[in-house]
């Protein structure tokens, strides 16, 4: 799957706000219950801190978005009060889901799109797991990134406020130099590496490739 469509959200400071909605309102029925989808997000979203202008600026995406007249979903991602991507999918998620974080948290969406499928020269990811995928990621040899997002779901990483500072610690972090680290999903900070790289991203399922910790690359065929 080509990433570049994302390119542009990464150059913009979070926090950002994620949401991911049963946009379905063909119906006066479905219309009422989009409402009350969207106050309980709303909620999640002001206890976890949203500033009121990225608030307004969700608020506005989704009453002004001409949704399809079906069942769907719809993913939203906002920052420093603007809406800065948009997206209907043929499905929504099997519940909603709203939050704050520094990376836009786009795996779902991205799992959910028709991507590539499975190379079989990437049956056997040459790094594997995500201490060795994100040493590839600095020395920039990744051609293809491999996402399991069910198996990489809990693992996090930490960045600092350039796209440079990406670790698998702390720790680790700040020996590289960062001044701040942040703990945020493996997944979202692997993906903006691959964006960031210019490498493909490849969504695999359990039981098509083995993956350690649900992550892997194929690399460059120049890398060393």
């Given at each position: 799957m080509?990433?570049?469509?994302?390119?542009a959200?990464y150059?913009?400071?979070?926090?950002w706000?994620?949401?991911y909605?049963?946009?379905?309102?063909?119906?006066?029925?479905t219309?009422a219950a989009?409402?009350?989808?969207?106050?309980?997000?709303?909620?999640?979203?002001?206890?976890?801190?949203?500033?009121e202008?990225?608030?307004?600026?969700?608020?506005?995406?989704?009453?002004?978005?001409?949704?399809?007249?079906k069942?769907?979903?719809?993913?939203?991602?906002?920052?420093?009060?603007?809406?800065?991507?948009?997206?209907a999918?043929?499905?929504?998620l099997?519940?909603d889901?709203?939050?704050?974080?520094p990376?836009?948290?786009?795996?779902?969406?991205?799992?959910?799109?028709?991507?590539?499928?499975l190379?079989?020269?990437?049956?056997?990811?040459?790094?594997?797991?995500?201490?060795d995928?994100l040493?590839?990621?600095?020395?920039r040899q990744?051609?293809?990134l491999?996402?399991?997002?069910?198996?990489l779901?809990?693992?996090?990483?930490?960045?600092?406020d350039?796209?440079a500072?990406?670790?698998?610690?702390?720790?680790?972090?700040?020996?590289l130099?960062?001044s701040?680290?942040?703990?945020?999903?493996?997944?979202?900070a692997?993906?903006?590496?691959?964006?960031?790289?210019?490498?493909?991203?490849?969504?695999?399922?359990?039981?098509?490739v083995?993956?350690?910790?649900g992550?892997?690359?194929?690399?460059?065929?120049?890398?060393?």
């Open positions: 080509e990433l570049s469509f994302l390119r959200m150059d913009i400071p979070g926090p706000a994620s949401l909605i049963d946009g379905t309102d063909h119906t006066e029925a219309a989009l409402k009350l989808r969207w106050r309980a997000a709303r909620e999640t979203l002001l206890d976890e801190g949203i500033d202008p990225t608030l307004l600026a969700l608020e506005g995406a989704l009453a002004q978005y001409r949704r399809p007249r069942r769907h979903g719809l993913a939203v991602f906002a920052a420093q009060g603007r809406v800065h991507y948009a997206e999918m043929p499905e929504p099997c519940t889901s709203a939050e704050m974080a990376l836009p948290h786009v795996t779902p969406l991205l799992a959910r799109r028709d991507g590539e499928p190379p079989g020269g990437a049956a056997e990811p040459t790094a594997c797991g995500v201490a995928t040493a590839a990621f600095e020395n990744v051609e293809a491999l996402l399991d997002p069910a198996a779901a809990k693992a996090r990483v930490w960045i600092g350039s796209p500072d990406l670790s698998a610690s702390e720790e680790r972090l700040r020996q130099g960062a701040r680290a942040h703990p945020v999903r493996a997944e979202d692997l993906v903006r590496a691959a964006v960031l790289n210019d490498a493909e991203l490849i969504i695999v399922n359990a039981g098509e083995r993956l350690d910790e992550v892997g690359a194929v690399l460059r065929p120049d890398a060393a």
